[in-house]
C-alpha cells in the first residue's frame, strides 16, 4: 500500500504558484469570511492565511460573530465583489445553521469564488467549460491522483456524498477524466455492493472510521476526504478504518496529511488562475 501523500505535493504546488505570482502585474489578495468561532474552523482559516502569505498572495478576514444575520453577510459579499483590489472571496464552511449557506455562497461573483462553491461554478464544470472554477476539495483530490501517475480513464470511481460542494463537484471532473462513476448517499441501497465495485473509493461522509475492509476489493485505491473526532478517543479521524483497510488497498490517503493539504493549495491555484485569466482578458496578448 502507498500513501497518497498530500503534504509534500501540496508544498509542491506552493512553491510553482510561488513563482507564478512574481510574474503577475497585480497583487493577490483572498478575502475571507469567517462567521462564529468554531475552534476547527478558526484553525483551518489560519493555516490557510499562513500558505497564502508565504507565497505572496495577501489576505484579509473578515471575522463575524456567530449571530451575524445573511443580509449582513450577502451585503459584505457585495461590497467584495466590486472591490477591484479583491482577487477572490472565500466563505469558510460550515456556517451556522441559522444562516442560509446556498444563498450566501451564490452572492459571490462567480470570477472571484476562488473555493469554486457557486452554482455557476459547479455548472460550468458539468459543461466542462474551460472557465470553470473546480471546488478546491474535488480539485485537489484529482491533482493528487495524478501526481502519481494513476490512470483515471475507464476507471469505476464511487463517490460517497452528493454535496454540492465535495461529491457533485468530483463527479464533474472524474467525468471529465473519462471515468464511469457512482455516487453513494444516505439512501442508497446495498452500499457495500457497490463499494466492492470500485477501483478507486471516494468517501466523505463526515462518519469515523465508517468504512473498513468490507466496502473494497483488494487494490483499490480509497481517498479518505472525512474528518470528525472519534466517539471514544475525541481524536479527529477520517471515514476510512485504517488499520482495516490499508492492508487490502493499494493506494490509501492519509488523515490529516492527505486531502486537506492539498484543498488548500488547490484554494490558492484558483486564487492565482483568476489573477491570470483577469490579466489575459485585459490583455489577450500575454
Excluded: W
Amino acid at each position: 500500500m502507498i500513501l497518497l501523500d498530500g503534504k509534500t505535493n501540496a508544498q509542491k504546488i506552493l512553491n510553482d504558484l510561488k513563482s507564478k505570482i512574481a510574474k503577475l502585474s497585480a497583487p493577490l489578495q483572498l478575502d475571507i469570511i469567517l462567521v462564529g468561532d468554531n475552534p476547527a474552523s478558526v484553525q483551518y482559516v489560519s493555516m490557510k492565511q499562513k500558505k497564502a502569505q508565504l507565497i505572496g498572495v495577501k489576505t484579509n478576514l473578515h471575522q463575524l460573530p456567530s449571530n451575524s444575520p445573511t443580509k449582513e453577510i450577502i451585503n459584505l459579499i457585495r461590497q467584495l465583489n466590486v472591490d477591484n483590489n479583491v482577487t477572490g472571496i472565500l466563505v469558510q464552511l460550515p456556517l451556522p445553521s441559522s444562516l442560509d449557506t446556498t444563498l450566501i455562497l451564490n452572492t459571490i461573483d462567480s470570477s472571484k469564488d476562488a473555493d469554486g462553491l457557486t452554482a455557476a461554478n459547479l455548472g460550468l464544470l458539468f459543461q466542462k467549460n474551460p472557465l470553470a472554477i473546480p471546488s478546491a476539495t474535488p480539485f485537489g483530490i484529482i491533482k493528487l491522483l495524478e501526481t502519481y501517475q494513476i490512470d483515471l480513464v475507464g476507471k469505476n470511481v464511487v463517490i460517497i456524498g452528493r454535496s454540492p460542494y465535495i461529491g457533485l463537484p468530483l463527479t464533474a471532473l472524474f467525468l471529465q477524466k473519462n471515468s464511469t462513476v457512482t455516487v453513494c448517499h444516505s439512501y442508497t441501497q446495498n452500499l457495500k455492493t457497490i463499494c466492492q465495485s470500485a477501483d478507486i473509493l471516494v468517501s466523505a461522509v463526515g462518519r469515523p472510521n465508517f468504512i473498513t475492509s468490507e466496502h473494497i476489493k483488494e487494490g483499490c485505491i480509497v481517498i479518505d476526504v472525512g474528518l470528525s473526532p472519534d466517539p471514544q478517543t475525541g481524536k479527529l479521524v477520517g471515514d476510512v478504518n485504517f488499520e482495516t483497510v490499508a492492508p487490502r488497498c493499494s493506494y490509501l490517503t492519509p488523515v490529516p496529511g492527505g486531502v486537506g493539504p492539498m484543498t488548500i493549495a488547490s484554494l490558492l491555484e484558483n486564487t492565482v488562475n483568476i489573477s491570470r485569466n483577469k490579466e489575459k482578458a485585459q490583455n489577450p496578448l500575454i
